[in-house]
């Protein structure tokens, strides 16, 4: 029994191996749709989500299965102080498999410890969103044919946007990948992660404030929310929101061939007059979600 917390639980290979079945699925659909019968996934949110939740319920359902779940804390015992341990040692009776996503760091880790089934972290606080990556990964690959030999920018909230994080976590696992961290200096990526992965791999990256000044080298664009849920005060986050707003004019110098990408949901970083850019990904990646979640789910229950 296996679960998936962090992204480097999983090694480059199996990594691999989630890519290529996904784009099988994405070319045989049908062979596919009775591989999870009478399988149940749990959904537990204890904090909002749309892409996430529904694209887990999705890939579930096409893969024969079965959903139940919650959207909401309020709507859980937790509202009632049931610890995270205790809800999913339960549901570990009513479902196969465990989707959990939670506002404090480490909660998906804990559950995974309490439950007897898999338990996916579906995004914990700042940290940490495994399957974010996943999807990531799978758009980079169908976009640009490889993972390798990239220059990847994240723009935005590199602080608290946990996708960020896991996302250069399997990037760095990748030969000659170089990282621009582009953000306010309030928002700048967390030192933890510049040390233990960048630095630690003496891996190429800069760290700027300014976007135009890396763009013209990015193969990869990616653009993140400012995580207003997680700032202390609201005028702080009054102040940054407006950071980097993506409009054609700043794409002016970028490459012909360039990807953007978006975990979504986007506020207003990126111009809804770039939706129309073939170089615009975002959407595309969203529906990959679902596909690579399918493959994740038939692996973690050992589902050929
Ligand atoms: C992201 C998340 O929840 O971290 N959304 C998602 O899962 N697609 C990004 C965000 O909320 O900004």
Known sequence: MRSLIDIQQLSVEEIDELIAKA???????????????????????FEPSTRTR???EAAMYELGGQVLGFSEAQSSSAAKGESVSDTVRVVSG?????????????????????????????GDGGH????????????????????????????????????VHSLIAAMARY????????????????????KEILQEKK??????????????QLDILYMTRVQRERFFNEEDYLRLKDSYILT?????????????????????????????????CYFKQA???????????????EVE
């Open 23 to 45: 784009n099988d699925i994405i070319a045989h659909p049908e062979a596919y749709r009775e591989k999870c019968k009478y399988k149940k996934l749990a959904t537990l949110f």
């Open 54 to 56: 529904l694209s887990f």
């Open 94 to 122: 009513y479902a196969d498999i465990i989707a959990m996503r939670h506002p404090k760091e480490g909660a998906p880790l804990v559950a995974s410890m309490a439950a007897t089934v898999p338990v996916i972290n579906a």
């Open 128 to 163: 940490l969103h495994p399957t974010q990556t996943l999807t990531d990964l799978l758009t980079i690959s169908r976009e640009k044919g490889r993972l390798d030999n990239l220059t990847i920018g994240f723009c935005g909230d590199l602080k608290f946007g946990r996708t």
């Open 175 to 194: 030969e000659n990948v170089k990282f621009a961290l582009i953000s306010p200096a309030e928002l700048k990526l967390p030192s933890y992660i510049k």
């Open 203 to 216: 891996l190429e990256y800069i760290q700027t404030t300014d976007l135009s000044s890396v763009m013209p």
């Open 248 to 280: 054609p004019q700043k794409l002016e110098n970028a490459r012909s061939d360039l990807s953007i990408l978006h975990p979504l949901p986007r506020v207003n970083e990126i111009s809804t007059a770039i939706d129309s850019d073939p170089r615009a």
């Open 287 to 301: 529906l990959y979600g679902k596909y690579i979640r399918m493959a994740l789910i038939m692996k973690l229950l």
